[in-house]
């Protein structure tokens, strides 16, 4: 029987799980599972049927529509979409659609699976009936923190990463390699939305303190992404003086193509229960500079592909700054070994084979 899954969610907006949902959806399709969307909506809805999905607008899934009676409500619907969709596997990807799907599924035979991001919920996902994919080792490690058995969880990398984002062969490095070397000064580049807690303010500081050291080599630091905090950073760069060294960039559908065009890159986050980010920078061959928290270290190795840092020591980050500036074949040998690393581990057809594995067989010991 062929496998079709119903992805469902509270919402679909434009930040890691919706997107992390569309990737999944796309790879699964190509190695011919049929996935259906339910969701209360949000920005991504667009793109889901852009795609060729089928979304299936459910609004007592919104956060600010919780209830007994909506959650018995939507379980209803979801039986009979279950059941007149053939479903056979649900994955949900937050706990309360987790938990409205348990009340579905007990009418049907659907086997069921929630992916964890690591957002609070860990105590009550203990409970819960069905298998859970967690996105990094990190989150694993917490939810067991929890009380969840280790039996109960597998670890599934939140890796999206295409055929756009990977280099081929090292005859391709290398050209992107001569590209870079026409591009003055030496530019560090952050991806990531201005939430306040993405670490922009930190990178600043990190800026200000490498242009205070004795003969620095001219840099350039660019932002690339938009958000409510991004008045509050360019008012605080300019008080440090920055201006002539920022660059901001606002949202892009073309993140390669800004990675492209610098010469390192630069993550600070408070947490990161993966770091999507950086995976997409070392696949451009970026060597990176990243926050030493979360499940950042098992993206990025440290050492090899980029260096990990106590986010909130300015001085240390500088320094690693510097040594990037300065030594360029330190930062072709980890933007090489990046990019291979990226290409064998986090790639989203590596991911769709996980997960339609998982699918099959849940209690597979790994």
């Known amino acids: 029987m ?14 890691g799980p919706g997107r992390l949902m569309l990737s999944s959806a796309l790879a699964l399709r190509a190695i011919g599972v049929d996935v259906i969307f339910a969701t209360s909506g949000g920005a991504m809805v667009s793109d889901i049927e852009s795609a060729g999905f089928v979304h299936l607008t459910l609004p007592y899934l919104a956060v600010g529509k919780r209830s007994i009676i909506g959650m018995l409500r939507t379980a209803w619907v979801l039986h009979q979409i279950v059941r007149q969709s053939r479903i056979t596997v649900i994955h949900s990807y937050n706990a309360h659609a987790g938990l409205v799907a348990v009340l579905a599924r007990y009418l049907n035979r659907t086997r069921q699976f929630n992916t964890v991001h690591g957002n609070g919920h ?47 062969d090292r005859a391709a490095f290398d050209k992107l390699q001569m590209v870079r070397a026409e591009i003055t000064p030496f530019t560090f580049i ?30 350039r ?13 360019k008012d605080y760069a300019a008080q440090l003086g920055l201006e002539d060294i920022l660059h901001f960039e606002g949202a892009s559908d073309n993140v390669s193509m800004h990675l492209d065009c610098s010469h390192a890159f630069i993550h ?73 690393r990226a290409a064998k581990l986090f790639q989203t057809k590596n991911m769709s084979v996980d997960l339609h594995g998982l699918y099959h067989d849940p209690w597979k010991v790994e």
Do not use: C
Request: net charge negative; no cysteine.
């Open 190 to 219: 952050s991806v990531a939305i201005f939430t306040g807690q993405k670490g922009h303010a930190e990178v600043l500081d990190a800026v200000s303190e490498y242009q205070t050291r004795t003969n620095a080599k001219p840099i």
């Open 2 to 15: 062929q496998t079709r899954v119903l992805f469902i969610r509270s919402d679909v907006k434009l930040a």
């Open 122 to 168: 860990e105590k009550l996902l203990r409970f819960m009936p069905f298998k859970l994919i967690a996105v990094s080792q990190s989150v694993s490690d917490k939810l067991q923190e929890f009380g969840v058995p280790k039996s109960k969880i597998r670890v599934i990398y939140n890796a999206t990463l295409d055929d756009s984002f990977i280099l081929p």
């Open 268 to 340: 600070l986050a408070e947490m990161e229960t993966f770091g999507m980010v950086i995976a997409e920078a070392n696949a451009r061959g970026l060597p990176v500079i990243a926050a030493n928290v979360g499940g950042i270290p098992e993206v990025l190795e440290n050492g090899a592909t980029g260096v990990l840092v106590d986010r909130e020591n300015a001085k240390e980050v500088a320094n690693v700054m510097a040594r990037f500036v300065d030594d360029q074949d330190l930062t072709i040998q980890y933007g090489w070994s990046g990019a291979q």
């Open 221 to 233: 630091m660019v932002f690339v992404g938009d958000g409510p905090q991004q008045a509050a950073i």
